[in-house]
């Protein structure tokens, strides 16, 4: 907005009697001190925090800048405020956030009217003292700024009840402020404070105090005399007591010592009757005091990441607890009953906790003993001869290939119990690694199988070891160098250790003499024995139910069977169901798949079943030299066992196939036929030119899995243009209507590790389409940990000339630069436009930091809630009318680009 235009403005505002004006994310540098002519003002918005709004990475109301976590505000860019502002007698909301002021005006103190003062992320260092002579100022914010010291005369404002400086460099509390006569809530988080002054125990009103993130060792006693307090915040602090004065705390209703170094605690803090919520996580409690089922309030007790032990089952006696999260514990309970470990799950529900130790304590719970053993790796490699060798002693030097995959199971002695591990055996072809990703579970041992006689890159050891992170999370591996009699295992040990520490041993062996098959066997039993699962402590009845899934001669069975199944061997609740259905889904015992909308209403699944039936049409050389890649019914009927794939359950197996993104139904045919890109040719086709300018874009791997080009067909198939892709391939377009405006070539090297996009056709709506094909990539991309990938972009005019890390040109832009010099060329490319081929400049500045899979918490102001600020997997890209971070106006399926695109 010009300042013709603020003047405009002002004008028709002090004509119409406006009581509130907006002029926020206007991009001013300087307020007209005509703006003191609004007498009638009662909100003026000069910048404000976008809280509904989400920032670069999906969270709402943050983004990630410098490596800090800061509010997404809507200000402009004001160094000062016009002395005119005191003239705005009925103001009573002004909110000034993201402008760089410095200071709040002096002048603003005389706004006798005024209730609410924001001004979040406005870079001040001080507070004016003359904030203390605003006569109705109810709530004032300040978060986010560079304070140091909360000026004494504040205590003075006789209707201040919220004083919000988090996230500030405040030292010291001043005692004074206890003075504040209606001063309810404080909020001090996030600062360099060391004590708590005993004298905000005389503070009349207060209610909440957060003084979380902060270096704070004590809590004084004296606090306890706070009578009205009802929430007390100490997270993350250094505190190792929590006082038995506490108790004392009448009104205490919601108590967080979270991250602090508190060992123990005391039974006194029962007598805090009005108790509801206790938050001590990752301390270093070890014992959970019986005296605590006095707090018959307590309604959140979360104690995860101690080191607690035993749970005393009268904690079950609790009237009014609703959450309990133990989780993280050196416990020997499941986590199908405590939940998950992933902080972003909820923990295991009350009732089944206690249920569990109600059982335990009747002795109706045994161990698991039970753990899953998977081998990996390429294919001839000698996964299958292993196996040969490690449960039964013996080798076959013509041992056939594994098609697609082959379970057993495998009874080993650890710590004095017998244990019995499920071994699954991959195939190492080409076409079975796309499907393996989904058998991979965590809370497994992995053996990644080598040959010795080929290199570290032939192996694809890092591409396996991708494969397991990805997928298997921290599980152990141990890296298995076989046929060693031949030559020995020559790999970089300390930098693959060093990079993925999760590698527990590096054996080498030779099933033809079974040489270091025993050392193999030991290394195995020690992992087992690490794996803490294993020993979990479930009830006899889950036990009965999975004995009798197992003794049956069936290969699926309906989930009311499963109920029904559960019901006769009391386990009647639906959570306890799905836990228990849960658990021998990552054994690997049964596939079920609760989350789809098909998939989850039939079956509870041997996954032998399923495994045998996709490989074989995976394996059909009809499907791959003949058909390729289309399946129709015919084959399905050809190819499986009417026996054990009979016609109706078809269907099941494609729906299966789909939800794995292994194919997808070919539109407009009378008769369901399906494309398994994986089975496509290698061959690209003739007609894969485009014409005219491109927009290209590249994606470089350091592991490039083998599932992401035929996933992105998949995802992608609605748009395929003339029913071309090939194996590593495939040509879109994008229409509207029947008329075609862009057509795209991605194009994968599978050696080099690249991929490539090349967009073609109108210039108005090219940006548009490859924004969308990225999307779909960002998807793919998400579904792996740690995936190294890089974004480039090609040289304008030099399509010869190495090409542009994108990021590195996004953070030059960031950093001011408005050229990138190219010396081999003797040029200087202009970032700004070049970038605007790509992304318009708002979803520039918004992605410029962008980082992906971050979980923090984060302190509101509003009292006692703690926004849990976590980044989804997956893309930010927003479409719909209005404002879009891609750039485009994008109406259902149409684009519409509104700046000029680059091409080259």
Same mark, same amino acid.
């Given at each position: ?19 509130? /004006?907006? /002029? ?47 509010? %997404? ?23 000034? $956030? ?109 209610? %909440? ?50 991250? #602090? ?15 509801? $919520? ?21 309604? $959140? ?109 495998? #009874? ?21 690694? @796309? ?6 579970? =965590?809370?497994? /041992? ?37 046929? =060693? ?19 527990? @041993? ?15 066997? @030991? ?12 020993? +979990?402590?479930?009830? /006899? ?42 658990? %021998? ?193 960002? =998807? ?37 630069? %408005? ?8 040029? =200087?490319? #202009? ?11 708002? @979803? ?38 209005? #404002? +879009? ?20």
């Amino acid at each position: 907005m010009t300042q013709d235009e603020l003047l405009a403005l002002i004008d028709q505002a002090a004509e119409e009697g406006w009581t509130e /004006l907006d /002029l926020s994310g206007q991009g001013l540098t300087e307020l007209s001190p005509e703006i003191g002519k609004l007498t009638q003002l009662e909100t003026l918005i000069l910048g404000q925090w976008e809280k509904k709004k989400r920032g670069p990475q999906g969270v709402e109301g943050f983004e990630r800048i410098n490596n800090e976590w800061l509010p %997404l505000v809507s200000g402009n860019a004001l160094t000062s405020l016009p002395a005119a502002l005191g003239n705005l007698r009925h103001l009573k909301q002004l909110d000034i $956030s993201g402008n760089p002021l410095v200071t709040v005006p002096a002048c603003i103190g005389k706004l006798t009217q005024l209730e609410n003062l924001t001004a979040i992320r406005a870079s001040l260092i001080e507070i004016p003292e003359t904030l203390g002579q605003c006569p109705s100022l109810q709530s004032l914010d300040l978060r986010f700024n560079q304070i140091t010291t909360i000026p004494e005369a504040l205590a003075q404002s006789p209707s201040l009840q919220l004083l919000n400086l988090g996230n500030n460099q405040i030292t010291i509390i001043p005692e004074v402020l206890a003075q504040s006569p209606s001063l309810q809530l404080l909020h001090l988080f996030n600062n360099q404070i060391t004590t708590i002054p005993e004298a905000l125990a005389q503070s009349p009103s207060l209610q %909440l105090l957060n003084l979380s993130d902060n270096q704070i060792t004590t809590i004084p006693d004296a606090l306890a005399q706070c009578s009205s307090l009802q929430s007390l915040y100490l997270r993350n602090n250094q505190i190792t007591t929590i006082p038995d004065a506490l108790a004392q705390c009448s009104s205490l209703r919601s108590l967080d010592l979270s991250d #602090n170094q508190i060992t123990t605690i005391p039974d006194a803090l029962a007598q805090c009757s009005s108790l509801q $919520s206790l938050y001590l996580s990752d301390n270093q409690i070890t014992t959970i005091p019986d005296a605590l089922v006095q707090c018959s309030s307590l309604r $959140s007790l979360n104690l995860r990441d101690n080191q607690i032990t035993t749970i005393p089952e009268a904690l079950g006696t609790l009237p009014q607890l609703q959450h309990l999260d133990l989780r993280r514990n050196p416990l020997p309970i499941s986590p199908e009953i405590l939940g998950p470990p992933e902080l972003h799950e909820p923990p295991g529900k009350v009732s089944a906790i206690f249920n569990y130790l109600r059982q335990l304590h009747s002795g109706k719970v045994k161990p698991l003993n039970e753990a899953k053993l998977l081998l990996v790796g390429q294919g001839s490699v000698g996964k299958t001869s292993l196996v040969q060798r490690l449960l039964r002693d013996r080798f076959n030097s013509r041992e056939p290939q594994t098609d697609g995959l082959n379970v057993e199971s495998w #009874n080993i002695h650890v710590n004095a119990k017998d244990v019995r591990l499920n071994v699954w055996d991959f195939g190492g072809q080409e076409i079975y690694h @796309a499907t393996h990703q989904f058998f991979l579970t =965590k809370r497994s /041992l992995y053996l990644l199988v080598c040959n010795c006689r080929t290199s570290e890159e032939e192996n694809r050891i890092e591409y396996w070891l991708k494969l397991i992170q990805s997928f298997g999370g921290a599980s152990p591996v141990i890296i298995v160098g076989n046929k =060693k009699d031949e030559q020995p295992l020559d790999i970089n040990r300390k930098a693959l250790r060093e990079k993925y520490p999760n590698i527990q @041993a590096i054996l080498e062996t030779s099933c033809e003499t079974g040489e270091g098959i025993d050392a193999l066997k @030991a290394a195995i039993t020690q992992e087992v024995g690490k794996l803490h699962d294993v020993y +979990n402590l479930l009830p /006899l009845s889950w036990f009965e139910v999975k004995e009798q899934l197992e003794a049956m001669q069936r290969d699926f069975i309906t989930y009311n069977e499963y109920i029904g199944i559960c019901y006769r061997n009391d386990i009647p609740e639906e959570h306890n169901q799905e836990q228990l259905i849960g658990l %021998l889904h990552n054994l690997g015992l049964v596939l079920n798949f609760r989350e789809h909308p098909i998939l989850q209403s039939t079956n509870v699944l041997n996954p032998d079943w399923v495994t045998q039936g996709i490989y074989a049409l995976l394996s059909d050389e009809t499907l791959k030299t003949q058909s390729k890649g289309i399946l129709m019914d015919d084959d399905l009927s050809r190819v499986l066992s009417p026996e054990r794939y009979p016609a109706d359950r078809h269907r099941y197996l494609t729906e299966l196939m789909q939800e794995f993104q292994l194919c997808f139904a070919l539109p407009n045919c009378p008769n369901p036929k399906f494309l398994i890109p994986g089975l496509l040719p290698k061959d690209e086709p003739d007609d894969t030119s485009l014409r005219g300018d491109t927009l290209e874009f590249q994606y470089h791997y350091r592991i490039l899995p083998e599932s992401i080009v035929s996933r992105f067909i998949v995802l992608s198939h609605e748009k395929i243009h003339n029913q071309t892709c090939w194996r590593s391939g495939v040509m879109l377009a994008y229409r509207e209507g029947d008329e075609v405006f862009n057509i795209a070539r991605i194009r994968a090297d599978t050696e080099d590790k690249d991929i490539f996009i090349a967009v073609s056709g109108r210039e108005n709506t090219r940006r548009g389409f490859l924004s969308l094909i990225r999307d779909t990539f960002t =998807k793919i991309h998400n579904s792996f940990a740690n995936l190294e990938v890089t974004e480039w972009v090609p040289v304008p005019g030099h399509p010869n000339h190495p090409p542009l890390d994108y990021q590195e040109l996004l953070g030059l832009e960031a950093m001011g630069e %408005l050229e990138y010099p190219i010396g081999k060329l003797r040029i =200087k490319v #202009n970032l700004r436009q070049l970038l605007d081929g790509y992304e318009p400049l708002e @979803a520039r500045q918004r992605q410029q930091l962008k980082e992906r899979g971050l979980d923090i918490e984060y302190r509101d102001g509003a009292p006692g809630v703690h926004i849990h600020v976590q980044q989804e997997n997956r893309a930010t890209h927003q479409y719909g009318e209005g #404002n +879009n971070i891609a750039g485009d106006k994008v109406m259902g399926d149409k684009i519409g680009t509104q700046t000029t695109t680059h091409t080259n």
